[in-house]
Structures are given as structure tokens and as C-alpha cells.
């Protein structure tokens, strides 16, 4: 798809079907960022820590951790190991944040 604009032609980018995006769960922690980071590391390396793909989010006093939903044993084992509490896993951020964090 082209649309014109001033005289110069700009591609609209698609957008990528819901079939073929990453589905993620998301993880309430409360941790400090660096401390999670050593813990995930250690237990499933680097490769473990590709294919997760974490991605942090700052919620107030509280993290967010975002990772691909096949990686959410592992990810749940190697904070369990490290003794850092996981306080709740949804699939979305509103739905964590409402029933766990309650504002």
C-alpha cells in the first residue's frame, strides 16, 4: 500500500497477524532488576536468555518482567532457585495489575 503525500510516495508498514506474534506472560516481582538478571543467567545461560526474551517494566516499587510463555518454567525454576519471590503470572499487564497489585 502507497499513499501520496507531497509529491513523494511513503510504503505503509503491515502489521504482523496475531498468528504470528510472540505470546508472553508476564511476571510481578519486586526484586532488584540486577539481582533477577544473575539469576536467570546462571541457571539457563545465555541461549536461555535469547529465547526468552526478557523485558523489564517498572511498575512503582514493583518490576514487570515480560518473557516468551514457552520459557516460563524455566524462568519461574531459576527465581525459585535464587530465593526471589514471584508474586503473580498473567498473560496480560491490566490483568496482573489488577488482581495482584489491586489499583
Known amino acids: 500500500m502507497k499513499i501520496k503525500q507531497n509529491k ?15 505470546k508472553k506472560r508476564y511476571l510481578l516481582l519486586k526484586d532488584k532488576q540486577s539481582k533477577i538478571e544473575k539469576a ?15 523485558q523489564f517494566i517498572k511498575k512503582g516499587n514493583y518490576l514487570i518482567l515480560s ?3 514457552s520459557m516460563l518454567n524455566e524462568i519461574r525454576t531459576s527465581l525459585a532457585l535464587h530465593n ?6 498473567s498473560g496480560t499487564i491490566e490483568a ?3 488482581k495482584f497489585l489491586k489499583s
Open 84 to 89: 526471589i519471590k514471584c508474586l503473580g503470572v
Open 67 to 69: 518473557i516468551n510463555h
Open 40 to 54: 536467570i543467567l546462571k541457571f539457563i545461560g545465555e541461549l536461555g536468555w535469547a529465547n526468552s526474551n526478557p
Open 96 to 98: 496482573l495489575t489488577k
Open 8 to 22: 513523494k510516495e511513503i510504503k505503509k508498514l503491515k502489521m504482523i497477524p496475531p498468528t504470528m506474534r510472540e
